[in-house]
């Protein structure tokens, strides 16, 4: 569950609980992408945070949140947030290419979460919150190796501490629906208004050039 330490961990998951009972929305519509549209996977702690960033992103089209790096089998949020099982929280991003890079993407990974944080983003600890690139082909995977080489070499990072780990894509399997736009639903939700909104407000402050125009108006 998302906590801030000891005592507020446990009004935040009686809080979530709540919401969680009494909330189940009508399922979310099936996104159906346009031609031409690719997909990435990346995980950089809660999902919630995660979407709500990427989905500011111009070029980026539907984001979707979810689980990777485990099976179909285990992959539901109450086994994944007990941190049993290989799933990583992670967004599965639907994007135009021609707008916006997959080297961009990337970019925005690391400048929206702290990657020298082992299995911990924030108040949320565990494998299922790690900073890892689930790369669909030897393409990505160069990418990113490169684009970490290129933190290391302009001395953003220090050595050997970014613990982003590259995994081989296996599989996506997407959240319960009200995991789905679950920032821009429950704004007034206590874990929403004290990280993920101030995590997304601070990337969109460092990158306004990267946002689509309603955002960038904000």
């Not at 007990?82 to 990337?106: C, F, M, Q, R, W």
């Not at 393409?139 to 990072?157: D, N, R, V």
């Not at 894509?169 to 789905?180: I, L, R, V």
Request: glycine content about 8%; aromatic content about 14%.
């Amino acid at each position: 569950m998302k906590y801030f330490g000891l005592m507020c961990g446990v009004v935040l998951s009686l809080l979530f609980q709540s919401c969680k009972a009494e909330t189940q929305p009508a399922a979310k519509p099936a996104f159906v992408p346009s031609p031409g549209l690719e997909k990435a996977y990346f995980a950089s702690g809660c999902f919630w945070c995660v979407e709500a960033i990427f989905e500011s992103v111009y070029g980026v089209e539907e984001v979707v949140s979810g689980y990777c790096g485990g099976s179909a089998n285990d992959a539901s949020y109450d086994q994944v947030s007990s941190g049993n099982t290989n799933h990583a929280e992670t967004v599965e991003i639907y994007y135009d290419p021609t707008k916006v890079s997959y080297t961009t993407l990337l970019k925005i990974f690391y400048d929206s979460h702290d990657a020298t944080t082992l299995n911990r983003q924030g108040p949320d600890a565990g494998r299922q919150y790690r900073s890892a690139i689930f790369y669909q082909n030897e393409g990505e995977k160069q990418a990113a190796e490169q684009y970490i080489a290129s933190l290391y070499g302009t001395g953003q990072y220090k050595a050997g501490t970014i613990t982003t780990t590259l995994e081989k894509f296996t599989g996506f399997y997407a959240a319960e629906n009200y995991h789905q736009d679950y920032e821009r639903l429950n704004p007034s939700q206590p874990y929403i208004k004290a990280v993920s909104v101030p995590r997304l407000k601070k990337f969109q402050n460092k990158n306004p050039e990267l946002l689509k125009k309603q955002e960038a108006k904000h």
